[in-house]
Every structure is written in structure tokens, then in C-alpha cells.
């Protein structure tokens, strides 16, 4: 059996540094916001290239308090990506403002930047792009667009964690970025766990103040604000994990270099595409194939660990299904009906990734006998 992502072979191999965060923790007297909190949002901004780093407690957190510090609620419009994971869509909704979704290019899988433009209206404040599977977004193109409309550039960087655009560092170079910590993520704790980086003080200062009820000053509450605090327990598991995520990421590419070997030019097989100016942190190696739910049982019932990032587009979820008709992203749509996610992480050994490569080229192979379909060749 290869599992989609070993989480417990990633602990196991630093197992004796998180023992020591523990029995730090454990003597520390000290639970939330505390001394490993605001270490980790200093180093942690510190690798993101930015000013500052708001630890809070989710991905969805993070990217609600960032729209909230922006000013953004009621009568204004957020424009996202219709591929995007449902977060980044209910974020925007928590706020009171209106989703406004635009297609992917479906070679990235990012938002598209050319149907942008088109979409924003007086009621526009950002921009939410997100870096979906570990791929940057054109940071410059949407940022060009943002600053001649005068909105914001906020990034939903959950899944990117120590990527890179144009050798810079994501996470310092949009308004706002959102991240998330996610045992299964990049970076990921051991709990629930985020952050938001920015270079504006401001804006750093409003999220401190939203994260913890409000309050700057004990006892005097400036805003209505939340409680999304983040714990000393997952700040000082983040710290250790930090140490070592890119070796990890580095990990990450070697599979894709294998995938990509082995998988290349087999009909009914389209792989990820990357871009001269990204560098992927690969939290998914998603690919695309046609009768797509028929490939994953078969893979699931070979004993390789398949995945659907996302079956249902976030437009077709029951929260937004009167907002929107069911077929008015044709583009998500296929992208939901043909993505398949296949194992990746950091403790994916290389003869596992040579099983999946083949375990995949036989059963696709098999169902495509003759060289497959003009279908899949033109999709290709
Ligand atoms: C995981 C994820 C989130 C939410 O993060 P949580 O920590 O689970 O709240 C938001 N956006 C994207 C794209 C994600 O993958």
C-alpha cells in the first residue's frame, strides 16, 4: 500500500526534536500567545521574505482576519479562483462580502489573469488568488492589475508553503497572505494551525487585534473581534518543522522528477504544468485523465492511495448552489471531473513513486488500448 501522503513517517524522522517542543511546553506554564508563538512569527516571517507574521489558528482564519483587516465586508465583491478549495470562497462570505469567481488556466490550475480584468467592478476590493497545489500564481500580472484598479492582492498561500516566484520567497510579496498549517499541509502542525505575512503595519496590527477579541490593551476591546489565537504547543512544533521544510520540498521535487520520467507521453496521462518564473513546493501532483473516477478505484483497489482535489467545485457546494447554475465554470467543472491527485510528500521513497508510476501506465494503458482516444490526445 503507498499512502497518498505519509504524515507519520514525517514525525517519526524529527520525532525526537518535537519530544523536546513538548517537554518545553509542558514546563513552560505558558499555552497561547506566548514566547514560541512570537518566535516562530519572527522566523517564519523572516522565511517568507516579509515584514510580519500573524500566527492565528486555521487557514480559513488566516484568510478571514486578512480580508477583515483590509477594510473588505458587506456590498463588496472578492474576486477568486472557480477551482479554488471551498476556504478561500467561505472566508470572503464570513466577511459579508460576494465571491466573485473567474476560471483557471487549465495547463496551471491557477486563476487566470487575462479574465480578471473583466470581472472587476466599483464594488471590487482584491484580489484572493490562491496558490493551488504548490504553484505560485503570476504574482506580477494580478499585481499589475490590482494596483491600476486600486484593490487589493491578498494570496491563499495554504498549499505553498516555501515555494518560490522569480526566486523570491511567496508569502512576501503580495498585500496579504494567507497561510495554512494543516497537519497535511507543507508546513503542518500537529493540530490546527496559520498565519498571515504582510509587509504593512497596519495591517499586521489589525490582525492582532481581530485575532485575539479585539484587544490591544487588556480589558479594552477596540474591535469585535474573534478569538483565533494560535497555541504555544503548534507555534513551537511549526519552529521545529520550519528547519526542515525545504530539505522536504526538495524531497517533493525529486518524485516529480520521477513522475515525470516515467509518466511523460503516455496517452490518456495529462501531467502538471509548471512556469519558467515558479517554483512549486508540489503539495499536490495532480494530474488529469479521462474517466477519472473508474482510474481511482482501480488505483485505490491496486493499493496506491488516490485522491480528488476537488470533486465538487466550490460553485456547485451546497452553501453557494443557489448563487450560481451548475454549469456556469465549465472549466472547473472539468478540471473536478478529470484531476486526480496521486501520492506525493516528503517520506515518498523512490521505488514507491516507480510503483506508482507504473501501477498508473498499466491501468491506463489498459484502458486505452489502442493509444488511447483522440479525446485524451487533444486534451493533452
Ligand atoms: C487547507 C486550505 C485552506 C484552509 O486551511 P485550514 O487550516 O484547513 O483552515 C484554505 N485554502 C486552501 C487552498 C487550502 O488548501
Not at 33 to 40: H, I, K, N, P, T
Not at 102 to 130: Q, W
Amino acid at each position: 500500500m503507498v499512502p497518498l501522503l505519509d504524515l507519520a513517517a514525517t514525525t517519526a524522522e524529527i520525532r525526537e526534536e518535537l519530544e523536546d517542543v513538548y517537554a518545553r511546553f509542558l514546563s513552560s506554564g505558558q499555552y497561547v500567545l506566548g514566547s514560541e508563538v512570537e518566535a516562530f512569527e519572527t522566523e517564519y516571517a523572516s522565511y517568507c521574505e516579509s515584514n510580519y507574521c500573524i500566527g492565528v489558528s486555521s487557514g480559513l482564519d488566516a484568510l478571514h482576519l486578512a480580508l477583515r483587516a483590509a477594510g473588505i465586508g458587506r456590498n463588496d465583491e472578492v474576486i477568486v479562483a472557480s477551482n479554488t478549495y471551498i476556504a478561500t470562497w467561505l472566508a470572503v462570505t464570513h466577511t459579508g462580502a460576494t465571491v466573485v469567481p473567474v476560471e483557471p488556466d487549465p495547463a496551471t490550475h491557477n486563476i487566470d489573469p487575462d479574465l480578471i480584468a473583466e470581472k472587476i467592478t466599483h464594488r471590487t476590493k482584491a484580489v484572493l488568488a490562491t496558490n493551488l497545489y504548490g504553484l505560485p500564481v503570476d504574482y506580477n500580472e494580478i499585481h499589475t492589475i490590482c494596483e491600476a484598479a486600486d484593490i487589493r492582492f491578498v494570496v491563499d498561500n495554504a498549499q505553498a508553503s516555501g515555494a518560490k516566484y522569480r526566486n523570491r520567497a511567496v508569502g512576501g510579496l503580495a498585500s496579504l497572505e494567507c497561510h495554512s498549517f494543516y497537519p497535511s499541509k507543507n508546513l503542518g502542525a500537529l493540530g490546527e494551525a496559520g498565519a498571515v505575512t504582510t509587509c504593512d503595519q497596519k495591517l499586521a496590527n489589525q490582525i492582532r487585534l481581530l485575532r485575539n477579541y479585539g484587544s490591544r490593551e487588556r480589558y479594552y476591546h477596540e474591535a469585535a473581534g474573534f478569538n483565533n489565537r494560535l497555541d504555544e504547543l503548534q507555534a513551537g512544533i511549526l519552529r521545529v518543522k520550519l528547519r526542515h521544510l525545504d530539505k522536504w520540498n526538495t524531497r517533493r521535487k525529486a518524485v516529480v522528477s520521477l513522475y515525470e520520467s516515467d509518466l511523460q507521453n503516455v496517452t490518456g496521462i495529462i501531467l502538471p504544468r509548471t512556469r519558467p518564473y515558479a517554483e512549486s513546493a508540489w503539495h499536490q501532483y495532480v494530474i488529469r485523465v479521462t474517466d477519472r473516477d473508474r482510474r481511482l478505484e482501480q488505483l485505490n483497489d491496486a493499493g496506491i492511495g488516490c485522491l480528488v482535489h476537488y470533486p465538487i467545485p466550490p460553485h456547485r457546494s451546497g452553501v453557494y448552489e443557489s448563487m450560481f447554475s451548475a454549469n456556469q465554470f465549465p472549466i472547473a467543472n472539468e478540471l473536478a471531473n478529470s484531476v486526480l491527485s496521486i501520492p506525493m510528500g516528503p517520506h515518498l521513497s523512490s521505488s514507491d513513486a516507480k510503483l506508482v508510476a507504473a501501477t498508473l501506465k498499466r491501468i491506463v494503458r489498459q484502458s486505452n488500448p489502442e493509444g488511447g482516444s483522440a479525446e485524451s490526445r487533444n486534451a493533452a
